[in-house]
């Protein structure tokens, strides 16, 4: 069940720990897709509630398999005072090109026509496949309140593509691969959404800061040593449940266990990630 009780401390944990003033509510990390409609409402509701004066911005994710769902989210999120909300592309029927997948966001955006839309691509989850470049073309005329991308794809190809041709439009891509910041902030990625900032969020901020000094040699530094615990933890077997587990031993704050079919990470799994971990000296020497 969720626990709304421990999330006036996670807001403050992030903005006093972690230096991190944004949040992304309900997507993967979150296992939004697997909270019913009331769940999602309330944790919405919550984390407005609490990061009121706190966080800087609360884009809250309403995609769902089903439309009017999504519609109604979306009229939620609005009604509450959301930043923002962002929509994956439906992944049981999938849209099958640029056109039908335009036509589902739409139906959604308009259901908040004051609130900034974010398109949320994750194919290696959804299987929808259309690339980002193409999305891209014509869809403010479709979607007026469309203001940019939650990319969380290893193509940075697409992104570059993106990025080159809509550079007056003034779209934000927010990176969600964490180990590839970098490479993306390189091309002109211009924000981060991820899971891994809920815990080194100080770290990647300072590496955020070295890039645009730019020290470049100290930013490859701060991405190297996050790559070097995500790549031993995925080795371990690393996913939302893993992340719980690293959150709660970093944070003190129970994150509690996941939902099925997702399962507990093993007590090894914790000892090994708490150690590798702790053995990572890090360039401002914590």
């Not at 909300?85 to 308009?110: G, W």
């Not at 794809?153 to 964490?178: H, M, P, S, W």
């Amino acid at each position: 069940q969720i626990n709304l009780s421990v999330i006036r401390q996670y807001v403050d944990y992030l903005v006093g720990e972690q230096n991190v003033k944004n949040v992304f509510l309900n997507g993967t990390t979150g296992e939004g897709l697997s909270l019913n409609i009331q769940e999602r409402k309330q944790l919405a509701e919550e984390w407005i509630c609490q990061g009121k004066d706190k966080l800087d911005h609360v884009i809250i994710h309403v995609g769902a398999l089903s439309l009017p769902e999504s519609q109604e989210l979306a009229r939620h999120a609005a009604a509450i005072g959301a930043s923002g909300i962002a929509v994956i592309a439906p992944f049981f029927f999938k849209p099958a090109n640029k056109d039908e997948l335009i036509a589902f966001l739409q139906k959604i955006a308009s259901e908040a026509p004051a609130v900034p839309f974010y398109y949320y691509h994750i194919p290696s989850l959804t299987g929808v496949k259309i690339r980002v470049e193409e999305l891209l073309d014509g869809i403010k005329e479709q979607i007026p309140t469309f203001q940019g991308v939650k990319f969380s794809d290893t193509d940075l190809l697409d992104l570059a593509q993106c990025i080159n041709k809509n550079d007056r439009e003034q779209f934000a891509f927010l990176y969600g691969v964490d180990e590839q910041l970098l490479s993306a902030l390189a091309i002109g990625a211009n924000g981060a959404v991820g899971s891994t900032y809920n815990y080194l969020g100080r770290k990647t901020n300072l590496m955020l800061q070295a890039f645009a000094k730019p020290d470049l040699a100290l930013a490859r530094k701060y991405q190297f040593l996050t790559g070097e615990f995500l790549n031993f933890v995925i080795k371990l077997g690393f996913g939302v449940a893993q992340t719980k587990a690293v959150m709660t031993f970093v944070s003190g704050i129970p994150m509690g266990p996941p939902r099925l079919p997702l399962v507990d990470a093993s007590e090894e799994f914790i000892i090994k990630a708490k150690a590798k971990l702790d053995s990572i000296v890090w360039p401002d020497g914590n």
